[in-house]
């Protein structure tokens, strides 16, 4: 089992910054690749960030790049999303999930094995 736990969702305004910390609890965190989602109100799931199991692949939605950066600990098991110069359209619940598989980034939901209950951001304006 690497069930996720997300957390440091919160409420921000726009402009503002977050972090939010997921933590996969496996002996092999290093085998383990990572990805955030997020789901908005009445919106359907969408992919946000993505790291290797290295920490060096790193990739992004375009509706994030450069706002958002996704970076891991592989001595704490964590990943961490920094998100700067939030906007309202941020605004929803986000998901941590961990790929077991290849450890290759991936913006597909079903390359995920294991995902977190998530954690909600709220951004006003």
């Known amino acids: 089992q690497a069930q996720p736990v997300e957390s440091g969702g919160g409420l921000s305004q726009a402009g503002g910054s977050l972090r939010l910390s997921c933590v996969v609890s496996?002996?092999?965190?290093?085998?383990?690749?990572v990805g955030w989602f997020r789901q908005g109100p009445g919106k359907e799931r969408e992919f946000v960030a993505a790291?290797?199991?290295?920490?060096?692949?790193?990739i992004y939605s375009d509706s994030v790049k450069g706002r958002f950066t996704i970076s891991r600990d592989n001595a704490k098991n964590t990943v961490y999303l920094q998100m700067n110069s939030l906007k309202p359209e941020d605004t929803a619940v986000y998901y941590c999930?961990?790929?077991?598989?290849?450890?290759?980034?991936?913006?597909?939901?079903?390359?995920?094995?294991?995902w977190g209950r998530g954690t909600q951001v709220t951004v006003s304006s």
């Open positions: 999930a961990a790929d077991l598989r290849t450890g290759v980034p991936s913006r597909r939901s079903d390359a995920y094995d294991f």
């Open positions: 496996r002996r092999t965190f290093r085998d383990t690749g």
């Open positions: 790291v290797s199991r290295s920490g060096f692949t790193e």
